[in-house]
């Protein structure tokens, strides 16, 4: 294949490059450099083309599309942020950003695209009340999060709830800016895939971790902030009470299942979008990550702060059996393994502004 790759000199899109390398393919990388993912000066990965633009440049895009088989749309703004003041930063980078992609391709012969999604598009989890069956509980209120009442209640009776897996059919709720915005990346797949008789996947992204991880950055995932503080010699700091429950899934494995599902588009239908969740299958805790890591780092013990961000879910883990099942994915890094090799592998140093 001949692979455009949006976003492929970051985090996970340098994983992704290095496994299509890997299989023969030619990768172009389309990618903005942002300061928040990456270090400076930049130095391309050998052995693909490289176009230093940004998916928001329609002429940089349009450029980039030629000859291209495939899109693998990875390019993004992440995490949670500082405050809504990012919101603007983050609407461009992703939805416009998304938008212009799919303008130029509706403008190209290239009908095929891979979309990094999120689980973040659940808002919460499953959750099942021993009286009322499957609920979904709303946002927790901040004077619950302020008392240190973390666990979400049944809103029809008020009980404890048991959390669950979260299939790809279940009702989408995002509570955030960059929630949002991935759920609105899918929708802008979807109406591309309807107009031009193209074939759209999303991966609905875990908690991806691994070698590369940036560090010392707002922006990045919980696993990175923890390996950062060990990197100091500091405790790694725990939100909440450490029982949130999350998926955490090595780089390599979401690298893989992204090539399996770009091969797999020219089997799907023309005008068809289909999400699939990408997770380990195996829940576990921010607390058992951070102690893991601070094991294998021979650190200091995490300290349980209490603290809280609004915006934060309290349990969200998915089941990925669409996509062991449609698409014979199977994760191959379990998490001890994973947790050991990421104390110890490089973290990417960026020039923040």
Partial sequence: MRVLLTGGAGFIGSHITEALLARGDDVVVLDALLPSAHPVPHTPHPGVSWIHGDVRDTAAVSGALRGVDVVCHQAAMVGLGKDFADAPAYVGCNELGTATLLAAMAESPVRDLVLAGSMVVYGEGRYDCARHGRVTPGPRAESDLAAGAFEPRCPRCGDALAPGLVGEDAPTDPRNVYAAGKLAQEHLAAAWARATGGR???????????????????????????????????????????GQRRDFV??????????????????????????????????????????????????PAPVVTGEYRLGDVRHITASSKR?????????????????????HAPQRAVALN
């Avoid at 100091?232 to 939100?239: D, K, L, N, Q, Y």
């Avoid at 780089?251 to 588009?265: C, K, P, Y």
């Avoid at 996509?323 to 104390?343: C, K, M, T």
């Fill in 200 to 242: 759209a996947v999303s991966l609905r992204y875990h908690n991806v971790y691994g070698p590369g991880m940036p560090r010392d950055t707002p922006y990045a995932g919980v696993a990175s902030f923890f390996r950062s503080s060990l990197a100091r010699g500091e405790a790694p700091t725990v939100f909440e009470d450490g």
């Fill in 250 to 299: 090595h780089v390599r494995d979401i690298a893989a299942a992204n090539v399996l599902a770009m091969t797999a588009l020219t089997h799907r239908e023309p005008g068809s979008f289909r999400a699939y969740n990408a997770g380990s299958g195996t829940p576990h805790t921010v607390g058992e990550m951070a102690r893991a890591l601070a094991e294998a780092c021979d650190g």
């Fill in 323 to 343: 996509l062991r099942d449609e698409l014979g994915w199977r994760p191959d890094i379990p998490f001890e393994a994973g947790v050991r090799e990421f104390a």
